[in-house]
């Protein structure tokens, strides 16, 4: 069974940088198959923010994309995200999860970790 | 992308169904039979409930069923009960091979 972690500071100041990583266990990262990010805003609904194949392969929010990185750490088995210039805006849960097989859904997701922007 | 438009809320009474739109565009919704939905509970990650439009996942309840027609999916719910009050956001794939979710709705079993 697919079982993902989040992990990182949970409070970010003002036009600093958020990073965050997603540990992977019961699957290897470099296996067929898509790794994503989503937020979700208090009391918002879900934001999709971008994804990555272990090829280095991404797609991101078009929203977000200028400010937004992902990358894959294949000797760890653990996926990154960095949010940068980051605001009260970007305070959110943050998920991280493994997509299907054909591409279009996320199949398993983290618990989840809430990061705070402030000063 | 703009978001998909769901109702805000719906509600049921134990035994009933329910039905959750979800409208995108021809770009979205309507182009492609990569619809998805999840089901969120207070405090917790979400979950698959339905993928690519009618399939679903083992160890979901039959009870859920997914379709589809034209710029707009569905999710049913069959025999409500209690435990499936929730929020339940849709999700498609995009002509800019992005992804996009629905704003949730909040389901109330009365």
């Known amino acids: 069974q697919v079982q993902l972690q989040e992990s990182g500071p949970g409070l970010v100041k003002p036009s600093g940088t958020l990073s965050l990583t997603c540990s992977v266990s019961g699957d290897s990262i470099i296996s067929t198959d898509w790794w994503t990010w989503v937020r979700q805003s208090p009391g918002k609904g879900l934001e999709w923010i971008g994804e990555?194949?272990?090829?280095?392969?991404?797609n991101y929010n078009p929203s977000l994309k200028s400010r937004v990185t992902i990358s894959v750490d294949k000797s760890n088995n653990q996926f990154s995200l960095k949010v940068s210039s980051v605001t009260a805006a970007d305070t959110a849960v943050y998920y991280c999860g493994k997509v299907g097989t054909t591409g279009s859904y996320v199949e398993h997701w983290g618990q989840g970790v809430l990061v705070s922007v402030s000063s | 992308q703009s978001a998909l438009t769901q109702p805000a809320s719906v509600s049921g009474s134990p035994g009933q169904s329910i039905t959750i739109s979800c409208t995108g565009t021809s770009s979205d919704v309507g182009g492609y039979n990569y619809v998805s939905w999840y089901q969120q509970h207070p405090g917790k990650a979400p979950k698959l409930m339905i993928y690519d439009v009618t399939n679903r996942p083992s160890g979901v309840s039959i009870r859920f069923s997914g379709s589809k027609s034209g710029n707009t999916a569905s999710l049913t719910i069959s025999g409500l009960q209690a435990e499936d009050e929730a929020d339940y956001y849709c999700s498609s794939y995009t002509s800019s091979g992005t992804r996009v979710f629905g704003g949730g709705t909040q389901l109330t079993v009365l």
């Open positions: 990555i194949y272990h090829s280095g392969a991404t």
